[in-house]
């Protein structure tokens, strides 16, 4: 058969005698020369297929990056930890919400310490808003009682200074330990405010450490806080409001490995209710929420959400796959002529009909590509703008790039089909 040495020329025709049928090198070749005759037609071509892919795995990458430190952050409050939450107490009927009344003591922390075999230790806190005062500057911030085992049950250090000591606590003494937020409100980022006072309320407290950042969890600033010991809290800012004991706002439970979960909670809530003399009819009046069900409720959460996204996304790629088979559709109209001199000196219906195929599946497979490389990049530099892992998700890329060449195959059906189909007669009388 013979074959056109430049689909990007017509008027130049060089005829070549062959019985051999065309090989695969050879149209891809013809295909590469015929998109490269025509660059700016092809590249404009490929812009639909480069958004969708860049767009697919940019957002399949920061979802997993923005997925994974959430993750990390909510298990450095510890997934193998307990909250046991006051229940919630009714005015008129209506609910005030979790935590509203005054049902857990600090007590209730020692006795499950003692008496929980699967509880490795207990943090019983106290905490309310309130401004505290550093000569003329004052800050708006949440006020925590903590008691010594604050520290180990919360995974939580000192960055400056030191943690809290029994005599502290046992004497309710006017020491503070501030969050880093508060530290840098009132004394600048990078100071060392140990050995200083402030106020809160009425009183003074010495600043003997600062902790170190923890980050956010939720829309609360965990390091917009200022720690006090428990008792200090219980006597001097809230009052104590408990029948008998201190009254506190909550406990952590730490259980003593994440296999010991299930086992904690069922002595917390038997010894609990126990001690709250509960009857079998009454509920419980407290609440118990686990750090690893919260840690997989989000998890499932950004998953649908980061699927939903990328399913919005890869619409782009079917703009990309209509873009193609047009242009596609466009050349082998303005191609006719070239296709009817090529069938008439023996190209057989199947060479006419792969370089059409293989012309559409190198724009698309080409324009993947540069997508793929595209949203490495904006993920990557979206994760040093945001500060969350660069998580550089594998499966998006083999999804993208399969993606980009199923739809330059699709694409590629039609107007292939169509110039395999047309009559050679026809073809070479078109102008």
């Known amino acids: 058969m013979k074959t056109i040495s430049s689909p990007a020329s017509p008027q130049k025709v060089l005829a070549v005698k062959r019985t051999d049928p065309v090989s695969g090198l050879e149209i891809l070749s013809m295909a590469v020369e015929a998109l490269w005759g025509n660059k700016l037609r092809t590249g404009l071509t490929m812009l639909g297929v480069v958004i969708g892919i860049a767009s697919v795995i940019a957002i399949a990458s920061v979802g997993q990056g923005v997925q994974k430190a959430t993750e990390q952050r909510i298990q450095a409050l510890g997934t193998d930890v307990l909250q046991v939450l006051p229940s919630a107490a009714r005015t008129g009927g209506i609910s005030q919400g979790v935590g509203s009344s005054s049902t857990l003591t600090w007590q209730d922390a020692e006795a499950i310490v003692k008496e929980a075999p699967a509880v490795a230790a207990v943090s019983a806190y106290l905490q309310r808003p309130g401004q505290v005062v550093y000569e003329k500057d004052n800050h708006s911030t949440n006020i925590v009682g903590i008691d010594l085992n604050y520290s180990e049950v919360k995974n939580t250090k000192t960055a400056l200074g030191r943690f809290l000591t029994p005599e502290e606590l046992d004497q309710a003494q006017s020491v503070a330990i501030l969050g880093s937020t508060v530290r840098d409100e009132l004394f600048g980022k990078d100071s060392t405010p140990i050995g200083k006072k402030l106020r809160i309320q009425t009183e003074s407290y010495e600043i003997i450490g600062v902790f170190e950042p923890k980050g956010s969890e939720g829309s609360m600033d965990r390091d917009d806080q200022v720690f006090i010991p428990l008792t200090s809290m219980s006597k001097r800012i809230v009052g104590n409001n408990a029948l008998s004991g201190v009254a506190v706002n909550g406990l952590f439970v730490k259980a003593r490995s994440n296999d010991d979960m299930e086992a904690a909670k069922f002595q917390v809530v038997n010894l609990l209710r126990l001690r709250h003399n509960l009857a079998a009819s009454q509920d419980d009046d407290f609440t118990i929420r686990n750090q690893t069900d919260i840690v997989n409720t989000f998890t499932a959460v950004v998953g649908l959400l980061t699927i939903m996204v990328v399913t919005i996304a890869s ?45 559409s599946i190198v724009i698309s497979t080409v324009g993947g590509s540069i997508g793929m490389a595209i949203g490495i990049v904006t993920a990557f530099l979206a994760s040093l703008a945001f500060s969350f892992p660069f998580v550089l998700s594998i499966w ?6 399969v993606l980009s060449f199923i739809v330059g195959l699709l694409a590629g059906v039609i107007p292939a089909r169509n110039a395999a189909r047309l009559d050679p007669i026809a073809a070479l009388r078109s102008d």
């Not at 998006?396 to 790039?401: S, Y």
């Open 315 to 359: 619409i782009s790629l079917v703009v990309g796959g209509i873009g193609i088979a047009n242009i596609m559709l466009v050349s082998v109209v303005e191609r006719t002529r070239e296709i009817g001199i090529r069938k008439a000196v023996g190209a057989a219906n199947s060479d006419i009909l792969n370089q059409f195929l293989v012309e």
């Open 396 to 401: 998006a890329i083999v999804c993208g790039l």
